[in-house]
């Protein structure tokens, strides 16, 4: 188990920063009244509505267990609230042939607008990832609300997810017959019956995490201030012919906005979360919602980017979509971090790679043999391989899940192949069936 709330602040940050008259210190979150402080900070930084004492006390319990950091300016008027934030854990991420890595989760990374440009991001992000290669941590991870921010720090986007909105009126169920039934089910059961769903289906798909029990709070409306939105929240389940469950849908119906306000057969439903074991749950649950009665239009946020629905209506052209990066990954241990997947198809090809904070500098080569198994061994010399290629950390962290195409990132000047044809060697091994996909923020 590793001691991650243990381990001391990282002594090169708070020099840092204590040379510009800031303090960096860790949080002791079993101090309720020190916490809540932080918590504040926390939401201010993300232009939240002021919290009630409910939100406050949920997140005391929620998230008391993650090593949070502040970073004080004495000289400020209220020298008590925290000027920037960040929070961090160890956790499993699902890779490539339903294993897992252990990676470094950062969250919470706030500076408030009064304090810009004094480098403290950086040396709260710097300190991140010290303390997660101190504690043997192979990968960090963050999901970004900018995206502009952490490419210099060596991280880039491994995840995509997908808003799609659908039209219904254009859009006709063209998909398979599904032969379970659905059943009514209230959001509590919906928090219930979604955790255990998760972590049986998690392993499956490359990208996906442990999703922990205020996440689940918030997301079936148990949490938060959000009164009305939480009452609007309808749930379903999908049982197949045996009874067991096997998919659940969460949503919410609204009127329509603008044009067509007050117009009762223009409802906008919105899917807050769907989650299958089953291909044929998933037609199920997509069938349903898509056919619900006074709806036009059908919004999914946060969705994979080749989701099979859209294999599955009549008129593609009646979906609107709008991908965007989710979630980021910065390798600090090579040979650990692709060692921990499987491959697509056998090869040799050597790593030329270079990490201007030094975690992953090196040559390495990657031996990947028939069953898809990878084996890293630095380069001490000539090694024969059948391909080769210099690259940064950050362009070997997009491709580390396979839902980022090698030969891509080699036609935009981000890897150069040291042998003609070497991406193309590269991208049949990283590839992934399946695009990665991170269901949930953190």
Request: aromatic share 8%.
């Amino acid at each position: 188990m590793i001691d991650y709330l243990a381990t001391p602040i990282d002594p090169t940050s708070t020099e840092a920063l204590s040379m510009k008259g800031l303090h960096l210190a860790l949080v002791d979150t079993s101090h309720h009244a020190e916490f809540e402080t932080w918590l504040r900070a926390d939401i201010r930084g993300f232009h939240g509505a002021e919290p009630t004492s409910e939100n406050i006390a949920a997140n005391i319990a929620g998230v008391a267990d993650r090593r949070t950091t502040g970073v004080w300016d004495a000289s400020a008027l209220d020298a008590g609230v925290p000027v920037a934030t960040v929070s961090s854990w160890p956790l499993e991420l699902t890779v490539p042939g339903h294993r897992h890595v252990k990676a470094w989760a950062i969250s919470s990374v706030t500076v408030a607008p009064t304090h810009r440009r004094r480098g403290i991001a950086r040396a709260l992000l710097e300190a991140e990832l010290r303390t997660a290669r101190s504690l043997g941590i192979p990968l960090a991870t963050l999901t970004v609300s900018e995206s502009t921010i952490y490419g210099r720090f060596g991280f880039a986007p491994a995840a995509f997810a997908n808003n799609l909105t659908i039209d219904t009126r254009r859009a006709h169920w063209v998909g398979p017959e599904a032969s379970g039934r659905l059943n009514f089910i209230t959001p509590a059961q919906f928090r219930t019956e979604i955790a255990q769903m998760h972590d049986r289906v998690r392993l499956t798909s490359a990208g996906q995490i442990p999703v922990w029990g205020k996440r689940w709070d918030e997301i079936s409306g148990l949490t938060g201030d959000d009164k009305e939105h939480s009452t609007r929240l309808r749930a379903v389940r999908y049982d197949d012919l045996s009874g067991a469950l096997t998919g659940l849908a969460l949503y919410r119906v609204t009127e329509a906005q603008g044009e067509s306000a007050g117009d009762f057969s223009q409802h906008v439903l919105t899917i807050e979360y769907l989650c299958h074991e089953t291909d044929e749950a998933y037609a199920g649950l997509w069938r349903y919602l898509l056919e619900v009665d006074l709806v036009s239009r059908v919004r999914a946020p946060h969705r994979s980017v080749d989701e099979p629905v859209q294999w599955q209506l009549s008129d593609s052209r009646a979906i609107a979509q709008s991908p965007w990066d989710h979630l980021w990954l910065r390798i600090l241990d090579v040979t650990a971090t692709l060692e921990s997947r499987t491959y697509s198809a056998p090869g040799r090809c050597i790593l030329r790679v270079q990490d201007d904070l030094g975690y992953a500098t090196g040559d390495y080569l990657l031996e990947v043999d028939a069953a898809g198994s990878g084996r890293v061994s630095a380069m001490d010399g000539s090694r024969d391989a059948t391909a080769s290629v210099s690259l940064d950390v950050n362009a070997l962290s997009a491709l580390f899940l396979g839902g980022t195409s090698a030969a891509m990132l080699a036609a935009a000047g981000l890897i150069a192949e040291d042998e003609s044809g070497s991406a193309a060697v590269l991208e049949s091994m990283f590839h992934s069936p399946r695009a990665p996909w991170l269901s949930v923020w953190f």
